[in-house]
């Protein structure tokens, strides 16, 4: 069966219909045509539409590094690690790029993004003020001796991890290091040959960087923001347990107040027999915690245990009272 194919006028008129149908779709004006197009017949130039003198009732568009509705976080100005984010600068002469960004990038932060973490029930919270402030009136605003301790006396309690040992083993270098000084107690157990001592060395090394860090202990003479540097405050005579006394030059100085261990959960490990038995072992496992504070708590249980030594009354034999009960005949 033969095809039949168009013939030369159907071709020529179906070409004819596609090119007055591209002519007359080019002839629709383009957005980006119609946008700033008053603008080039006035000026006779392209416009930036970044230019305000070009639209005055626009307003400018700033760069996203320009914006003001930009937050960023920075460290505080009492942190410690401020130095090592500007160490390779001079604090008194600034780079001009830090400079800038010190002038342009604003420090306010948005409380909304922090609350999930720093108030993550606010009306628990409201609450819990709520039942501090009627305490504190029944109390007439007078504050407690432990509550006035915790907040002038720093401590740091860290716990280890478990360790591979029995509390057999690890109780003994817990009562070592408990009462010493924090380096005493690492030179302690950096020559101890019990093989658990390694791991205890690295968790006074953690527990002393943490107490540093975390709670500002052990930091000498360091003046911090907005306070006056004290020079009245000097070391002192410590009593230990062993009734021996100790000079204490820097009140700031970290000593290990208390430490104990705790059991953990029991592994399980085979022992290979005769004859293709397998026993199971239950290896245990110990963790350490340790209770670091500064001197100065040591200094004044010291002065408090020898003031009261010295107001109590003296022990006699025979107290010195009146007689009582005496009948000039006997009672039988």
């Not at 194919?5 to 179906?14: F, G, I, K, Q």
């Not at 930009?70 to 500007?86: H, Y």
């Amino acid at each position: 069966m033969a095809l039949c194919a168009p013939s030369r006028r159907l071709v020529s008129s179906a070409l004819t219909r596609s090119t007055t149908f591209s002519t007359k779709q080019s002839n629709f004006p383009r957005h980006s045509r119609t946008i700033f197009s008053w603008l080039r017949s006035s000026t006779g130039s392209k416009a930036n539409p970044l230019d305000p003198r070009a639209n005055p009732s626009q307003k400018p568009v700033l760069p996203p590094s320009e914006s003001p509705f930009q937050t960023t976080g920075d460290l505080a100005p009492s942190s410690i690690f401020e130095q090592e984010d500007g160490a390779s600068e001079s604090p008194s002469q600034p780079s001009p790029q830090r400079r800038a960004t010190k002038t342009t990038r604003p420090r306010r932060r948005n409380p909304s993004l922090t609350a999930p973490a720093l108030d993550p029930h606010p009306l628990a919270r409201q609450r819990w003020e709520r039942k501090i402030l009627i305490r504190s009136l029944h109390r007439r605003f007078r504050i407690r001796k432990s509550v006035q301790l915790l907040r002038t006396e720093r401590s740091s309690v860290t716990k280890s991890h478990f360790l591979e040992t029995s509390i057999k083993k690890l109780g003994p270098l817990a009562r070592q290091i408990a009462g010493k000084p924090i380096e005493d107690a690492m030179i302690q157990m950096r020559f101890s040959k019990k093989r658990v001592a390694g791991e205890v060395l690295k968790h006074l090394r953690y527990a002393r960087d943490e107490a540093v860090v975390r709670k500002g202990m052990g930091l000498g003479n360091v003046v911090r923001d907005g306070e006056e540097k004290d020079k009245e405050k000097k070391g002192g005579v410590v009593i230990l347990k062993s009734g021996r006394k100790r000079v204490v030059e820097d009140r700031t100085g970290i000593y290990v107040d208390q430490a104990w261990v705790g059991r953990g959960s029991y592994g399980r490990a085979p022992d290979y027999r005769a004859r293709g038995q397998v026993y199971t072992l239950r290896p245990p496992t110990t963790s350490i915690t340790v209770l670091l504070r500064e001197e100065a708590t040591r200094i004044r249980l010291s002065e408090e245990k020898e003031e009261k030594r010295k107001s109590k009354k003296a022990w006699v034999p025979l107290p010195d009272r009146p007689i009582t009960a005496q009948r000039q005949y006997c009672m039988w």
